[in-house]
């Protein structure tokens, strides 16, 4: 396995066709899902490529980058062991120089769930997700639905740029309690990690409802706000909690098609998403 942690390191060592897994590190099962979805689309002739740049442009709360876990031993260890063939880590200050410019926008998907809660993160994410691909020039790369609205922008972002670049996606993946696998939770207390299944299993019982063919949004809402508040732990606090049109992402007031449910929730500092499809 090659690890390349500079710009000057490209694009010589860069495999002609690749599959991307971008990440930001922290590695767990769910980016070793990602990674051995690539190695399928890759072949075992083809390569597959593995990013790990914590992007700061992303992050809306300075704490929140401070606080984020890095194990990037481990990480390129678990890399190893999937046959990954190259590992790009590049460095903040060589990735976005210091008067760094120009950043790409989406105007219509990011208008509500993550994209209204955290202001210029989509931003972030769209500006440094095009850079990789330009930087590593993949013919496909591969994103999880935990993050559903930036899967369906990055989605829009290749359509509307002209990216020859397929873009698959792969089922969230979840402890056995149904927590949705993150990086963030290593940082949850002991108490808040146990409690945080919860936030799937509001989701679900939000989601039953629709085998009673009920179409008022606001009822799946209520369900799953009251799943998700009822003897909550100190320390949980919804940021969202909506219900859009899969496809474009705007709110539904009513669930006649194929419709999101998302959330996202506060244990303290420590933020998680997650989203059932209905
Ligand atoms: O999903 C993530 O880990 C990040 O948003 C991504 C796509 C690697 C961009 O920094």
């Given amino acids: 396995m090659l690890q390349l942690s500079s710009l000057t390191d490209l694009p010589s060592n860069?495999?002609?066709s690749s599959v991307l897994v971008p990440t930001m590190g922290a590695l767990h099962e769910g980016h070793a899902a990602l990674i051995r979805a690539a190695r399928e689309i890759a072949g075992a002739s083809g390569s597959v490529v593995v990013s790990i740049f914590l992007n700061p442009l992303q992050f809306d709360r300075p704490g929140d980058l401070a606080d984020y876990p890095a194990s990037?031993?481990?990480?390129?260890?678990?890399?190893?062991?999937?046959?990954?063939?190259?590992?790009?880590?590049?460095?903040?200050a060589e990735f976005y120089a210091?008067?760094?410019?120009v950043r790409?926008?989406?105007?219509?998907?990011?208008?509500?769930?993550?994209?209204?809660?955290r202001p210029g993160?989509?931003?972030?994410?769209?500006?440094?997700?095009?850079?990789?691909?330009?930087?590593?020039?993949?013919?496909?790369?591969?994103?999880?639905?935990?993050?559903?609205?930036?899967?369906?922008?990055?989605r829009r972002l290749v359509r509307d740029l002209?990216?020859?670049?397929?873009?698959?996606?792969?089922?969230?993946?979840?402890?056995?309690?149904?927590?949705?696998?993150?990086?963030?939770?290593?940082t949850l207390n002991q108490e808040h990690r146990a409690d945080a299944p919860r936030i799937h299993r509001a989701l679900l019982a939000a989601r039953d409802l629709r085998e009673t063919g009920e179409q008022r949004s606001e009822v799946y809402l209520e369900?799953?706000?009251?799943?998700?508040?009822?003897?909550?732990?100190?320390?949980?606090?919804?940021d969202y909690l909506e219900l859009v049109d899969r496809e474009n992402l705007q709110l539904l007031p009513k669930v006649a098609g194929p419709a999101l449910l998302a959330a996202a929730v506060y244990y303290d500092d420590v933020r998680l998403i997650d989203n059932v499809e209905i």
């Avoid at 210091?98 to 410019?101: A, E, L």
Wanted: with cysteine; charged share 20%.
């Fill in 72 to 92: 990037l031993e481990e990480d390129l260890a678990l890399c190893r062991s999937l046959d990954v063939n190259v590992v790009f880590t590049p460095s903040p």
């Fill in 104 to 117: 790409v926008s989406e105007n219509l998907l990011s208008r509500n769930l993550c994209g209204a809660a």
């Fill in 98 to 101: 210091t008067d760094h410019s």
């Fill in 14 to 16: 860069i495999p002609a």
């Fill in 223 to 238: 369900a799953a706000r009251h799943h998700l508040l009822h003897d909550a732990p100190a320390g949980l606090q919804i």
């Fill in 162 to 186: 002209f990216l020859p670049i397929e873009i698959h996606d792969i089922e969230t993946v979840r402890d056995p309690d149904g927590l949705a696998l993150s990086s963030r939770n290593l």
């Fill in 121 to 154: 993160h989509f931003e972030g994410v769209c500006t440094v997700v095009l850079k990789l691909f330009h930087a590593l020039l993949p013919s496909a790369a591969v994103f999880g639905k935990k993050d559903y609205q930036q899967l369906a922008i990055i």
